[in-house]
């Protein structure tokens, strides 16, 4: 029992519990390749298990952001984790690359290990909805940097790719067209501009909203980021996929550019998926200009496959096997931008 250490606000002990807790949910995300277990130094990997020729490894790291402000306001934990692991692994996927193993990092004021296992169950919902292990992590205690039961959360993971199978928007060419997935909500991007509409508004996370059939505010908010690992590589091993976009924070417009090469620009058609209520909410409650919400949120569509139409077909009826909903929502042209039609 360190004695002095606790009287300076960690909790060894707690530590000590977690560990025990998250044992079980960090091992059921065991794959091909994955190595070891808990409480090494380091997290291995065998990646000679895998039988690629020439491979290339892919890593991508991030957070959930202001997102956990919510999870905090509901006391719900359970599905941050989630969202952590989709914002990597959703990146890599964008070059191709199949996820392997996953690391997280929490940093607390205060252990309390339920609520540990609770953000580690769902990294773990996470790597097993996007067929990673997870193969280590960390959780730090800090008191005094985060105050009244809050905690950070970020990841990494690492994936692989064949060298000669890297999708990089080189094969991106006008008169491709754009296959939209749709997301699940607002995903884990915006939350700045959401908790202010919502502050401003004077509204309460946890009160029903009619527009969303009475669920309340913030429930609706926490939907974890959909993960599209599963049927995006199953796309990419039976069509010619040019390029991948990940509809992240700058919305349509920072992100569907970053495949395209010099003198292509893309034009979405609106209405061909369906914009989810809980954009309209935001934009009609917070009097966001509507050309500008497609520079700030998914707004319906988490992932964007590059394709030639011929295979079009072909790549929305593979994504509906999987239970997503996916349609063709625009074409590469040639200029500049993103043009909203």
């Known amino acids: 029992m360190a004695k002095t250490y606790e009287k300076a606000g960690v909790d060894l002990e707690a530590g000590y519990e977690s560990v025990r807790r998250i044992r079980r949910h960090v091992e059921s995300t065991a794959r091909k390749g994955s190595m070891g277990g808990i409480g090494s130094f380091g997290g291995m990997f065998d990646l000679s298990a895998l039988g690629y020729k020439e491979p290339v490894l892919v890593s991508g790291t991030d957070g959930v952001g202001t997102k956990l402000k919510i999870a905090f306001a509901l006391d719900k934990h359970d599905t941050v984790g989630i969202d952590a692991v989709a914002m990597c692994v959703n990146d890599v996927l964008a070059q191709g690359a199949e996820p392997l193993f996953f690391l997280d990092y929490i940093a607390l ?65 006008v008169g491709d067209v754009l296959v939209g997935i749709a997301s699940s909500g607002v995903h884990s991007n915006g939350f700045s501009l959401v908790r202010k509409i919502v502050a401003d508004a004077g509204l309460d996370w946890k009160a029903p909203v009619a527009e969303f059939g009475g669920r309340p505010l913030g429930e609706v908010l926490l939907t974890p980021t959909r993960i599209y690992v599963k049927p995006v590589l199953e796309v990419i091993r039976r069509c010619g996929v040019h390029g991948i976009c990940h509809i992240t924070g700058g919305g349509f417009d920072e992100n569907i550019p970053r495949v395209l090469r010099p003198g292509q620009g893309v034009e979405v058609r609106e209405g061909s998926w369906e914009i989810l209520p809980v954009f309209r909410f935001l934009e009609k409650t917070g009097g966001v200009d509507h050309r500008e919400m497609f520079n700030i949120f998914n707004m319906g569509i988490g992932m964007v496959v590059v394709l030639d139409p011929s295979e079009a077909d072909a790549a929305v009826s593979i994504l509906e096997s999987f239970g997503e909903k996916a349609a063709v929502i625009g074409k590469v042209v040639p200029g500049e931008g993103v043009v909203i039609k």
């Open 109 to 173: 004021g205060h252990n309390i290990p339920s609520k540990v296992e609770a953000i580690v169950a769902g990294v773990a919902e996470g790597c097993r909805q996007a067929g990673c292990a997870l193969v280590g992590g960390e959780t730090a205690e800090m008191p005094g940097m985060y105050e009244g039961g809050e905690y950070d959360i970020a990841g990494c993971t690492t994936g692989v790719v064949e060298k000669s199978r890297i999708i990089d928007g080189s094969k991106v060419a």
